[in-house]
């Protein structure tokens, strides 16, 4: 037999095959388990008993121990002063059971009655118990056993119940028997709870305590609350006000909760709060019979102050409130009392905050985000305690935290599932300028602090260039600039930095080079300074952008200023002296005869080069000739006339024939060499070949 909460599980188990059951309602009895032992099991609301009935003295005599297999899922078992505790993986207790009680049948009721639990006049012992993570074993009190008195069966009960099933522990006091301690006792004479006053035997007044679990609605917001119960029995079939029963709060019961405190026993716990009452009747003892009280003023008690386990007290109001013994207010009431709620938990706190598809993180101060758009996108991830849907409210406001503009508060929700992100476009209308706002969540829960960012929509302008320093004279020289950007929103400082191209290609904020700004002392602009090399000979492109915190760059290019060797209208400088090869140039040809099939080699004019043999190139195949680099041959011999040196040609191949020769060997190949042209391709699709060996090997 098993008993369980979700996937955590605790149960007894028989350690031999069971013989076919003798079922009667909830109790299954297994004849014969052992010689003159019967097993005897019944289901409850709480969980379960299980009970062994020793039917006669022999059977008792051979009776040393008794282990019971033990089963556990998630759970741990361990036992103390003859009471067993099953706890969860996070150590919280699920389930208990005495595991200790045996009694014998000398008391009244009949033969049945006596085996379903101790009555008046029973003879009682204890057993002891012990556990191991695979069994439990009681070990019954042998001289309880064969003490001449006892009359048979003896009821050995290792029982175990539910805590948060129905309720975690019950008690009945009585004052006929002011110090008679019932704690969870469930059998015969307690199978019920009771309130009011009888006189049907010396129990007089009854007060009936339990216990059930409210660590769920901890902090909850109660919407309404009831304890529901099962009226079995009134004394009266017309009543009046005076015969309610009533439910109150009260405080904790244990095993020492009695009537009245003496020595040994502690007496009814304290009163905390009156709740409701009711007056239904069942005279004639209908079978289920519901009896519900308000208990909304219980759970709004008890939710706010995080109460784990909360006490209600089911009693008279002739005798609690007026100290009155009234017959007609005499009930009994099933032992399932349940407290139904319904509630609906605060959301947890918003989480993982961020904008932007979660790709710019919440912050504020100098490591708040910027971003280009006025419409950004805002998430949070919403959960509640409760599962479920959660909505999740943005609001927004201009400026900092603590800091906000009047009249710019702006918010909307977006509802998801709990564990989602929530994630909310700013409207079109909500931001109208650029500047810094402030964001948070809120899932009615305590808002969380607060995220900042600024829009900047606008791109920079563009920057101004101005060279400076010592123009170089010589490629690969370096060529020094000042920049300077102004702001395109006033006030507010929002460059991050240059980018810069030297190719002549525009500059774009992936793969171009940065510079770093530096903001002016007045707020108004930065500026920079940038050192580049001058790759080429002749002219040089300079071509530089700013780029905002938003990542955004300049729509344009600089604006250069004529200054030294900058030309303002293409933003280039030139650069006369190209470098060029001393001496061990083996061939130079310009390809600038623009007509004809003969090509000259120039090497003997090149500086240090001069009786080097040439190799005259011959055009064989398909081929034409076009306008070339429009500032002469800079890479083998001097620009003397600068950018008025003008055009000259090149060869175009038609792709398959086309081909110069130079007729013979012009370099060792065993030998290092360097071979460089400037090449032109028409298709990128495909390998192309500029400068061969023969017609084998290429490169």
């Not at 119940?161 to 059998?187: E, I, L, M, R």
Request: a negative charge; hydrophobic letters at 35%.
């Amino acid at each position: 037999m098993r008993v369980g909460l979700g996937d955590a599980q605790a149960g007894l188990t028989w350690p031999a095959d069971l013989p076919a059951p003798q079922v009667n309602g909830a109790t299954a009895t297994y004849a014969e388990v052992l010689s003159g032992v019967d097993l005897q099991v019944t289901a409850t609301t709480r969980g379960y008993t299980e009970n062994l009935l020793v039917k006669n003295a022999t059977a008792a005599s051979a009776l040393a121990s008794v282990s019971f297999g033990l089963f556990t899922r998630n759970t741990t078992v361990s036992v103390s002063d003859g009471g067993m505790q099953v706890k969860d993986n996070s150590g919280n207790v699920l389930f208990t059971g005495d595991a200790s009680s045996m009694w014998d049948s000398s008391g009244a009721g009949t033969d049945a009655e006596k085996t379903v639990g101790p009555g008046g006049g029973d003879r009682h012992a204890k057993m002891t118990v012990s556990a191991t993570a695979n069994s439990v074993t009681v070990t019954p009190d042998h001289t309880f056993l064969t003490d001449p008195a006892t009359k048979f069966p003896v009821v050995l009960d290792p029982e175990s119940s539910c805590d948060t099933c129905v309720s975690q522990a019950h008690v009945v006091v009585q004052s006929g028997f002011p110090t008679q301690k019932n704690y969870n006792q469930s059998t015969q004479d307690l199978s019920s709870l009771k309130a009011g006053y009888e006189t049907e035997d010396s129990a007089a007044l009854s007060r009936s305590y339990f216990a059930v679990n409210t660590s769920q609605i901890a902090g909850a917001d109660i919407k309404s609350a009831a304890v529901n119960t099962t009226l079995l029995h009134s004394n009266a079939c017309s009543v009046t006000d005076n015969d309610a029963t009533g439910l109150w709060l009260s405080g904790p019961i244990g095993p020492d909760t009695s009537w009245a405190p003496s020595a040994t026993s502690a007496g009814q716990p304290g009163l905390v709060l009156g709740i409701s009452a009711n007056n239904q009747t069942n005279c004639n003892d209908a079978a289920n019979v519901p009896m519900q009280f308000d208990a909304k003023a219980a759970a709004q008690f008890v939710a706010p102050r995080g109460i784990t386990t909360t006490t209600f007290m089911l009693g008279s109001t002739a005798d609690v409130d007026h100290g009155q013994q009234d017959r007609n207010s005499w009930r009994r009431f099933a032992l399932d009392p349940v407290l139904q709620v319904n509630y609906n938990k605060r959301p947890n706190m918003p989480s993982n905050l961020a904008m932007q598809s979660s790709t710019l993180p919440c912050a504020q101060g100098a490591n708040r985000p910027w971003v280009a758009t006025r419409t950004p996108e805002l998430d949070g991830v919403a959960s509640d305690p409760d599962g479920g849907n959660v909505t999740e409210s943005f609001g927004l406001d201009q400026g900092t935290v603590g800091n906000y503009v009047p009249n710019t508060h702006h918010a909307d929700g977006q509802t998801v599932g709990s564990g989602s992100v929530a994630r909310l476009r700013v409207h079109d209308d909500w931001i109208t300028q650029d500047g810094t706002y402030t964001w948070d969540g809120d899932l009615w829960s305590d808002q969380t602090s607060g995220c900042e960012f600024t829009v900047d929509s606008l791109a920079p302008p563009a920057p101004t260039v101005k060279m400076t320093g010592n123009p170089p004279s010589t490629q690969g020289e370096t060529a020094t600039f000042d920049l300077s950007v102004g702001l395109s929103t006033p006030s507010l400082y929002d460059i991050d930095h240059f980018i810069y191209t030297t190719d002549g290609s525009e500059p774009n904020t992936q793969t171009s080079p940065r510079s770093e700004a530096n903001q002016l002392l007045n707020g108004g602009g930065a500026v920079g300074h940038l050192t580049v090399t001058a790759v080429n000979s002749l002219q040089n492109h300079i071509h530089v952008r700013a780029v905002n915190r938003a990542g955004t760059a300049s729509l344009v290019d600089a604006t250069c200023v004529a200054s030294l060797t900058l030309d303002a209208p293409s933003c280039s400088y030139n650069v006369p002296n190209a470098l060029i090869p001393s001496t061990g140039l083996a061939g130079a040809w310009g390809f600038d005869e623009m007509n004809g099939r003969t090509i000259a080699d120039s090497v003997a004019s090149t500086p240090g080069n001069a009786g080097v043999p040439a190799h005259t190139g011959t055009l064989v195949g398909g081929g034409d000739w076009r306008p070339g680099h429009d500032h002469g041959t800079p890479w083998t011999h001097p620009d003397t006339n600068g950018y008025a040196q003008g055009t000259s040609g090149s060869l175009t191949f038609d792709g398959s024939s086309g081909y110069v020769t130079a007729g013979g060997p012009v370099v060792d190949t065993s030998q290092s060499f360097s071979v460089s042209a400037w090449v032109y391709l028409l298709q990128t699709g495909k390998y192309s070949t500029a400068v061969s060996n023969g017609a084998f090997l290429a490169s």
